[in-house]
């Protein structure tokens, strides 16, 4: 997933040598590089607690990480230059039941107001966009939104998210709320803003139904490490099989199995002596390291 601009026009997603850890937390990401092409759909895959969420975040400018050059989007510095988020050319959509808009910053979506309030209240908006947007995610704008469903709110929130045209779009995990319709229609409407438009997106996902003739490249997070970066019909166990659920299930198979069975694993050393970890064989050898 090279950048094919270079970096001085720089249109998609640059990260580089990204050093990140929670408060008091072992490291999460230690020298890591990902390019992501302008234009593309880029699932991002791994076990639970691999680091997508937060990878998301700090693309999505939220989580400071080094200097102006560690992490790029749209040739801008994601956590330094807001007008990226504010102006809209940077959109994230987060399992939170709250949506940044612009400079107006988090508004929760669960208060009483109706669904027109919420989404007649985002400024600056092309109406015929809106009406799409709308009628694509089937919204009656009398609801009222602490009378409705987990989908139906989430219908609201990926509405509000996409009024402004976004030039790259972070989307973690947001349509598992949804109906296999509202899903589909969105996965399509995602699909023409890429061609139409040459938005880039990036998509933290479990849920891998109809992805493999949607997505144009897949990332692999391991533990905080990338391990795969590459276009989906470069993936070559997919070529043997046109089941995306069961290749990514195998590695994230692998992976846990690797993490029992390796020799060199700490976790695996102590399980002779007494640590209080040594129950676990889920916990990775980068988070013993750092307990020992
Ligand atoms: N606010 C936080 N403070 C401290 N540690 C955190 C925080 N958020 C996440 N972590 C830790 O960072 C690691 C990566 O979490 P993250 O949420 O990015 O994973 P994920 O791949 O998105 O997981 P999932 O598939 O479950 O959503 C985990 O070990 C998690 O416990």
Not at 47 to 60: E, P, V
Not at 168 to 176: H, M, R
Request: glycine share 8%; with cysteine; net charge negative.
């Amino acid at each position: 997933m090279v950048e094919e601009n270079g970096n001085d026009d720089l249109k998609g997603i640059r990260v580089q040598g990204m050093q990140f850890s929670y408060d008091g937390q072992p490291p999460l990401f230690v020298n890591f590089n990902l390019n992501i092409s302008p234009g593309s759909r880029c699932l991002l895959v791994g076990a639970n607690g691999s680091g997508k969420t937060t990878l998301l975040k700090i693309m999505a400018g939220k989580h400071m990480v080094g200097g102006r050059d560690v992490v790029r989007v749209l040739n801008c510095s994601a956590f330094h230059d807001t007008q990226l988020v504010c102006g809209g050319n940077l959109a994230y959509l987060g399992g939170s039941w709250s949506k940044t808009v612009g400079s107006a910053g988090e508004i929760p979506l669960q208060g009483d107001f109706s669904a027109e309030h919420m989404i007649f209240g985002v400024e600056g908006v092309d109406p015929v966009r809106r009406e799409k947007l709308i009628e694509l995610l089937d919204i009656d704008l009398q609801w009222r939104m602490h009378k409705v469903s987990d989908g139906q709110r989430r219908r609201v929130q990926i509405c509000m998210g996409l009024l402004h045209p976004f030039k790259v779009l972070l989307l973690d995990e947001v349509t598992v709320d949804l109906d296999v319709v509202a899903r589909m229609d969105l996965l399509d409407f995602f699909r023409e803003e890429c061609e139409q438009r040459g938005a880039t997106l990036v998509y933290a996902t479990h849920i891998f139904d109809g992805l493999e003739t949607w997505a144009t490249h897949l990332a692999y997070i391991q533990d905080g490490e990338l391990r795969r970066a590459e276009k989906l019909s470069d993936v070559s166990e997919l070529k043997n099989s046109t089941n995306l659920l069961s290749v990514v299930e195998s590695w994230l198979r692998a992976e846990t199995k690797r993490e029992r069975t390796n020799p060199s694993n700490p976790v695996n050393q102590i399980q002779k002596t007494n640590n209080p970890f040594a129950s676990s064989p889920f916990v990775s050898s980068r988070h013993m390291a750092y307990y020992r």
